[in-house]
């Protein structure tokens, strides 16, 4: 039986606060953490993936349309250009994610379908209002920027994403998605495990980097770190800016403290070794963020800056291979729509302003962005013009190598799981894609099994 994990955490308080975090657990190496210590067989893998994508969008037969004809005249499907070949070790993922349980039917709304139109007679996005993507669904108003994504060919979203015996707790769900287990609770994040299959001694203290205050569970492992970064700009406090390069002399104290470690337990070599690596990627860090200046204005609010100041350190070349941002906020049981219209505003404008400096900078080749949340509302509208919590949502995916379009099978407004949408795309799917087509890493023994992979990557 898998135990919770206890987390040791090295933190350096300031303007620019730093956290190097590992979960160390029953699972501690015996070895220094090299990418071979990292590779312990994993439990027996038992195939549990969902149906397989349908590459172009073929809705499911629903209910007749009560009060919504379907709209005649889609828009042309997007095209993606051709892009030169990223070798895989200079590949980015951020992840972004949306807490508190996005409402996924408002954000890709079935307005073809009367039946949409009949549970939510309050919240629906009106016919004339979506930003219709075929003749069945189109996006929320409020996410013109992701319109002009998918017109662009960089944008796609996968339907009906979710997991068996979906649980209603943030927190247990948020568990699930982070750790890519349902049945047990995990001490290892997906992203930390990816992290230690790659991980080696001597890398760059960035490779796995949160923009916030703290390291989600998606990046713990026992087996490489990860660190948490509250700002760019300030990060550098602890150099002194107006020295050289390896002439700052609180730098220098720090790094011959943790240069040789002379730790017996593995994790705290562990932590040792990563908290003296990060380090002396402060005073690199430093030097590089100087000269980064934004291609393009971003919105004025915080998700947008935790934005800006991943471009900052993909600007860097730090060599980061995973980032993580996230915004709350989505819990939306009350007067749902204008706060979610905000939130989405907020999400797609800010992603937009990164596509385009990632562009500027030449990078946007090197990155995909991958959003998700902990599960979508209940179908029904509640009696308080909002939506409780519910069960599968659409995932999106933004970049230069995403082909552009609708993925996974349309979830039934009819048949119904005790009120919530039934998924059809089990989330490990996505996970195991960008694994092993962006990553190409093996994916079965970082996800615990065998899961298909879907089409919205090459």
């Not at 590779?39 to 037969?61: F, I, L, T």
């Not at 949502?393 to 039934?422: C, H, Q, W």
């Not at 962006?438 to 089409?455: D, K």
């Amino acid at each position: 039986m898998e135990r919770r994990s206890r987390r040791n955490f090295l933190k350096v308080s300031g303007a620019g606060a730093l956290t190097v975090g590992l979960a160390a657990g029953c699972a501690a190496p015996a070895t220094p953490p090299t990418a071979t210590a990292a590779a312990a067989p994993a439990p027996a893998a038992k195939p549990k993936s969902k149906p397989a994508e349908r590459a172009a969008q073929a809705p499911r037969p629903t209910a007749q349309p009560t009060t919504a004809p379907v709209q005649a005249a889609p828009p042309p499907a997007p095209t993606q250009a051709a892009r030169p070949v990223v070798p895989p070790e200079s590949r980015v993922l951020v992840m972004v994610q949306l807490g508190g349980g996005d409402d996924g039917l408002n954000l890709l709304a079935p307005y073809g379908n009367g039946l949409y139109y009949d549970l939510r007679p309050k919240v629906a996005i009106a016919q004339s209002d979506v930003l219709p993507l075929n003749n069945e669904f189109g996006l929320h108003p409020s996410v013109k920027a992701f319109k002009r994504l998918y017109d662009e060919g960089k944008f796609a979203m996968i339907q009906g994403v979710g997991y068996p015996n979906p649980s209603r707790s943030h927190f247990r769900s948020m568990d699930i998605w982070h750790t890519a287990r349902t049945d047990a609770n995990a001490d290892q994040g997906w992203l930390g495990a990816f992290m230690a299959e790659v991980y080696k001694v001597g890398d760059s203290p960035f490779q796995c980097v949160n923009i916030g205050n703290a390291i989600p569970k998606a990046m713990l492992s026992p087996h490489a770190p990860a660190a948490a970064v509250q700002d760019a700009t300030t990060f550098q406090f602890l150099a002194d800016r107006k020295l050289p390069t390896g002439k700052d002399p609180l730098l220098k104290t720090f790094g011959q403290m943790y240069a040789k470690p002379g730790r017996k337990l593995p994790t705290m070599e562990l932590v040792s070794e990563g908290y003296g690596a990060t380090v002396k990627g402060v005073e690199q860090l430093g030097v590089s963020t100087e000269k980064y200046q934004p291609a393009t204005p971003y919105p004025q609010h915080p998700f947008a800056k935790a934005l800006q100041n991943v471009a900052q350190m993909i600007a860097a070349n730090l060599g980061t291979r995973v980032f993580y941002v996230s915004l709350g906020g989505f819990d939306t049981h009350s007067n749902q729509k204008p706060a979610h219209a905000t939130l989405l505003t907020q999400v797609s404008n800010g992603l937009a302003a990164f596509q385009k400096d990632l562009e500027q900078m030449g990078k946007a080749d090197n990155v995909l962005v991958l959003g998700f949340s902990e599960f979508g509302r209940r179908v029904k509208e509640n009696g308080s013009g909002g939506t409780d919590h519910g069960a599968a949502g659409p995932m999106f995916a933004i970049g230069n190598a995403v082909k552009p379009g609708l993925y996974g099978e349309v979830p039934s407004l009819t048949d119904l799981d005790d009120g919530d949408l039934r998924h059809t795309v089990d989330f490990r799917s996505v996970y195991a894609t960008v694994l092993e087509n962006w990553f190409r890493t093996p994916s079965q023994q970082i996800l615990g099994g065998s899961y298909e992979r879907l089409g919205f990557l090459g």
